[in-house]
């Protein structure tokens, strides 16, 4: 079996686990909905315009909700020890750490347009004329934060206190994600010109690649300790 294959069948694996059980999407899909419904009541939208807090509000609903869903990325193969059955199967490590990954980015995919499907209806907003880049901004963000977060959730998930501990080790190593994240998604949302947007972009995307490098070097020692 080639390596594209034995990653492809990694991350098959776990989103038609995904699709049978829904548990993770029930979750994120109610939780992102949960905050959209919140913040459309507790902001008062006479005295702020939407377009001023929008940017804050999508990013914290993707990671938030983004972590609720990666928290779980180990836990049905935690059961009865299956994960050693699947680190004694001949794919590398590291196609098993791009498979998680590959999952758990549809995955948060899914999250990001249903935030913006849900931040559209409640706030009335028209993602600054150019929602396809908007989509490819967050998606941007959201590989590195995926990158980051499939291997901080192998950790957490050999740990007695499992999804309390991802929270605490993930985030602080996400602010450049936010930072440029926010800061792109703000700009075009006041439809910035593209040229203002590119130096975040690139520094998403320089993240991204660092983090993937950087989890697939280190989940083999993560997941053989």
């Known amino acids: 079996m080639t390596y594209l294959r034995q990653l492809w069948a990694i991350a098959w694996k776990d989103l038609l686990i995904e699709a049978r059980g829904r548990e993770r999407f029930a979750a994120v899909a109610g939780f992102t909905a949960l905050i959209g ?18 940017s804050a509000l999508v990013w914290l609903a993707v990671i938030f909700g983004g972590t609720l869903g990666l ?12 994960f050693q059955g699947v680190l004694l199967s001949p794919v590398p490590r590291d196609a098993l750490y791009f498979g998680k990954v590959l999952s758990n980015y549809v995955i948060v995919l899914v999250v990001t347009v249903l935030v913006l499907v849900f931040f559209a209806v409640f706030f009335n907003l028209d993602w600054g004329g150019r929602p396809l ?35 605490v080790l993930l985030f602080p190593l996400l ?36 983090a993937l490098a950087g ?6 020692y993560v997941v053989e300790d």
């Open 37 to 54: 419904v919140l913040f459309n009541f507790a902001v008062d939208w006479t005295a702020v315009r939407p377009d001023q807090m929008a």
């Open 71 to 82: 928290g779980r990325t180990f836990e049905l193969e935690a059961q009865d020890d299956a």
């Open 133 to 167: 880049l908007l989509l490819a901004t967050l998606a941007l963000g959201g590989l590195g934060f995926v990158a980051v977060g499939t291997l901080f959730s192998a950790v957490s998930s050999g740990t007695a206190i499992g999804q309390t501990l991802l929270p």
């Open 175 to 210: 602010v450049p994600v936010v930072i440029y994240g926010t800061s792109a998604t703000g700009r075009i949302l006041v439809g910035r010109p593209v040229n203002e947007i590119e130096g975040n972009l690139r520094m998403l995307g320089a993240f991204a690649l660092v």
């Open 215 to 220: 989890g697939a070097m280190l989940f083999r």
